[in-house]
């Protein structure tokens, strides 16, 4: 996904846009009261660097001090109400959320102790609730807010190491809840499966295809109209072509928000189509997932509610730290952990003194897992599900700006109206405007923008992206989502796009 300009990785430091200084022409953050809640501007600073010193005194101080202990075993019930995990609409004070960085890091196994390095071999990661009670209870609350978002009240679900694999695992399930012994058999003996999705949908859905053995040549491309979004009639007609051709249908995946356009499917429609013929129903909402939060714009994804599973990555949108993507399920039959459970005797015991269900590494094709809940936890709690509202929200006026700003100069012209962030637009230089009849005109637009493109990395302005589509010449792609952008760095946008390309 392109962006224009650097972003906090976490959502709670603030960075430099690279344009100017990161003052942005204000005067330097003064001391911020740790009562008030933490916000997306510089008073962020005195946050982080109290949270640090947290880390390193619970953590490279104590976690390596033979005389701590190992870990604060809690029971769950009882660690959770120490955490206050929940989620809220509302952020909290700072003070408080620096006492929850020190709750979870004084939780937390301490794998860093001499003493841990004796008696276990394995690090501590996501696997089982002994070696990572914090961070399993974490997960476990972050996929239940999630899922609350998406209408669903029960459920599963877990992160995965990026939304490519988590279209994977659906793919995945689909196929072990309609085959079960592929499990145990393999591909013999099942028949030809297809998968449908849009033309312009992401390519993992093809490499998921290829990785499961289901092959690329069986993933069934629907047509989608001037926006980019799928038809389900052509849907219904390729479903039925497939079946009498002998195959399976097996999955539609659908996609809130695809990579270039930003269009959303119309999934109500699909879930129509996908019950009618007994189809799992995917949505790819990587991308576009986090409109959820938002009141104004969440009708983007009617219907969701009616999938199947939901892959949703708040490392966009949202911009949590790299990675951080969830798998969303509406099954409550514990599919995740039939399709992928191993039963590993060494780490599964079923006869553990807890609660062997917290035990959620039999879910996951991995074994070792970064803990990428916490991620997002530590900024829902921050600022609140009102708080990543108004970051979704923000987004799309800073769209609906930029269009506007677009259409009041010569030279910018869209490739449609935009239903989401993704902005995509040709600029033409005053040398070909008025000559769209020429023969040459595609042929000399379509070098336009890797020309500027190359200019704007070389003199270190700003990053965007661009690319062709279907019969349409390289255009430009603007993702407008920070939450550090501003107006005026719209206006710098569009003023550094003419400098750069007026004499081409």
């Known amino acids: 996904m392109a962006n224009m300009l650097p972003f906090s990785s976490n959502g709670l430091e603030p960075v430099t846009n690279g344009l100017e200084p990161a003052t942005n022409g204000k005067e330097a953050a003064k001391p911020h009261d ?26 490279l101080s104590k976690g390596t001090d033979v005389k701590q202990k190992v870990c604060e075993w809690k029971e769950p019930e009882q660690l959770a109400l120490l955490l206050d995990l929940e989620l809220r609409a509302t952020g909290e004070p700072q003070h408080k959320l620096l006492q ?3 709750d979870v890091a004084k939780y937390s196994i301490k794998t860093s102790h001499p003493r841990r390095f004796l008696t276990e071999a394995l690090n501590t990661n996501l696997y089982t609730y002994e070696v990572a009670p914090v961070f399993v209870l974490m997960e476990l609350e972050v996929l239940r807010g999630l899922r609350q978002l998406v209408g669903w009240t029960e459920g599963d679900g877990l992160f995965c190491p990026g939304g490519s694999i988590s279209n994977m695992y659906a793919i995945n399930l689909a196929r072990y809840q309609l085959f079960p012994e592929v499990k145990s058999q393999g591909l013999w003996g099942l028949p030809r499966l297809t998968i449908f999705t849009s033309l312009e949908s992401h390519y993992s859905v093809k490499k998921g295809a290829a990785f499961l053995g289901i092959g690329t040549d069986n993933i069934i491309l629907v047509k989608v109209d001037d ?57 790819d909402a990587a991308w576009g ?41 509406q099954d409550t039959t514990n599919l995740l952990k039939k399709c992928h459970s191993a039963n590993a005797t060494y780490l599964f015991q079923q006869d553990k003194f807890y609660d062997v269900n917290l035990d959620l590494g039999d879910k996951s094709v991995q074994c070792s897992r970064k803990v990428d809940c916490v991620k997002l936890w530590l900024m829902w709690k921050a600022v609140g599900s009102s708080g990543l509202a108004n970051r979704v929200d923000k987004a799309f006026i800073h ?7 677009m259409k009041k100069r010569e030279g910018f012209h869209l490739l449609r109206e935009p239903e989401f962030v993704n902005v995509c637009f040709w600029f033409i230089p005053p040398s070909i405007r008025g000559k769209e009849e020429n023969k040459d005109y595609q042929d000399r637009l379509s070098k336009v923008a890797p020309v500027i493109k ?25 993702v407008v989502f920070s939450p550090l952008l501003s107006q005026k760095d719209m206006d710098f946008f569009l003023d550094e796009i003419e400098r750069l390309g007026k004499d081409l």
Not at 455 to 478: A, D, H, S, W
Request: aromatic share 6%; proline share 4%; hydrophobic share 40%.
């Open 100 to 102: 929850r960085v020190k």
């Open 454 to 478: 190359e200019r704007m990395i070389k003199e270190g302005t700003m990053m965007v992206g661009y690319q062709p589509l279907g019969n349409k010449v390289n255009f430009f792609r603007m």
């Open 227 to 283: 926006g980019g979004r799928m038809i389900p009639e052509d849907l219904e007609e390729k479903i039925k072509l497939a079946k009498s051709q002998g195959a399976v249908p097996l999955l539609v995946s659908c996609t809130a928000g695809t990579t270039v356009q930003g269009a959303f499917d119309p999934l109500d429609h699909i879930a129509d189509v996908c019950e009618k013929h007994k189809l799992w129903m995917h949505v």
């Open 34 to 59: 740790l009562s008030e809640p933490c916000v997306d501007n510089s008073e962020g600073q005195l946050f982080l660097n109290e949270a640090f010193k947290i880390i390193v005194e619970e953590v």
């Open 399 to 405: 769209a609906r700006y930029l269009v506007e700003q």
């Open 289 to 329: 997932g986090s409109v959820l939060f938002s009141k104004q714009h969440r009708h983007l994804m009617k219907g969701v509610d009616r999938a199947n599973s939901v892959a949703w990555n708040p490392h966009k949108m949202l911009t949590a730290g790299l990675q951080c993507s969830a798998l969303l399920l």
